[in-house]
């Protein structure tokens, strides 16, 4: 009897090494650097290519503390320039909102309010959507975190978190003295941000966060989020205190497994903090 032998072609997974981080950040460091000819001295409000690198340097300094999280790291730093990347390029879009003949008015809605006003980030936000989808292989519905309709559990979870954050928020501003409490409301910037807020959330808590989640865990993707979205605000006090605090944003995105838990908090935070302290 003849013996025949089943041969198969063995898959190795691909589990990159220190030197795979390190080219990567290394080259997303010397870009960054090498674009933004103004250095490192406005950290207090970093640009988009000091950004990139700051995140380079991030992510290759974790690959060696966390030898371990190495694979999931590369992605991780991978969806995190993916997202300022798609906020570089589209940089052309903004400047051609920026000049379009239009009344102070109508400037403010489109562009010059809050977060970009209600087109600002349309394009990255959407763009930032299709690079999960071909890039990472993540289903819109998966970087929605799931459920993409809008049901009750997101309000269940997003006002109470709002309050929160926005108790924090006014309650640590008053003590310091930073702000004084003038309740005004203002219904345009809290319209405009029902846009806004979206476009910010899908950028951040969309595909990034589900890529981190993937290959890292929920807790590192919450924390990971968190100090990014922080870090866009600027090196500073209030940058610093949006990455402590915004990893609730991702923690109710994971929890209502909905992009829309996280926009309810963002807006209703944002609306407390807007309208009632100055």
């Known amino acids: 009897m003849e013996n025949r032998e089943r041969i198969g072609k ?10 795979d981080i390190a080219w990567v950040s290394g080259l997303a460091f010397l870009l960054g650097i090498a674009i933004d000819i103004r250095g490192f001295g406005s950290l207090r409000t970093p640009s988009l290519w000091q950004l990139w690198a700051i995140t380079a340097v991030i992510g290759f300094v974790a690959s060696i503390l966390l030898p371990q999280k ?10 995190t320039l993916a997202v300022y990347t798609v906020r570089i390029v589209s940089t052309p879009w903004t400047y051609w909102l920026q ?17 970009g006003g209600v087109f600002g980030l349309f394009f990255p936000a ?5 690079v999960g989808l071909w890039v990472f292989r993540l289903p819109i519905s998966e970087q929605w975190g799931g459920i993409i309709a809008f049901r009750r559990q997101a309000w269940l979870y997003g006002i109470p978190a709002a309050i929160i954050i926005a108790g924090l928020t006014i309650g640590l501003g008053l003590l310091s003295g930073a702000v004084e409490f003038s309740p005004m409301f203002d219904w ?6 029902l846009f806004s807020n979206l476009w910010e959330e899908i950028l951040f808590r969309g595909m990034l966060l589900q890529v981190v989640r993937k290959y890292l865990g929920p807790r590192t993707a919450m924390i ?3 100090v990014f979205f922080g870090i866009l605000h600027g090196i500073n006090p209030l940058g610093i205190f949006i990455a402590l605090i915004s990893w609730i944003f991702a923690w109710v995105v994971l929890k209502t497994r909905s992009l829309w838990g996280g926009w309810i908090v963002h807006q209703v935070s944002d609306m407390l903090i807007d309208n009632l302290i100055s």
């Open 70 to 79: 190495r694979r999931g790291l590369i992605f991780a730093l991978g969806a």
């Open 224 to 226: 990971w989020t968190g």
């Open 188 to 193: 345009a910037k809290s319209a405009v941000n």
């Open 99 to 115: 000049n379009l003949p239009l009344n102070p008015t109508f400037q403010y809605w489109v562009i010059a309010g809050p977060g």
């Open 10 to 19: 063995t898959v190795t997974e691909y589990n990159p090494s220190t030197w």
């Open 126 to 130: 959407v763009l930032s959507l299709f």
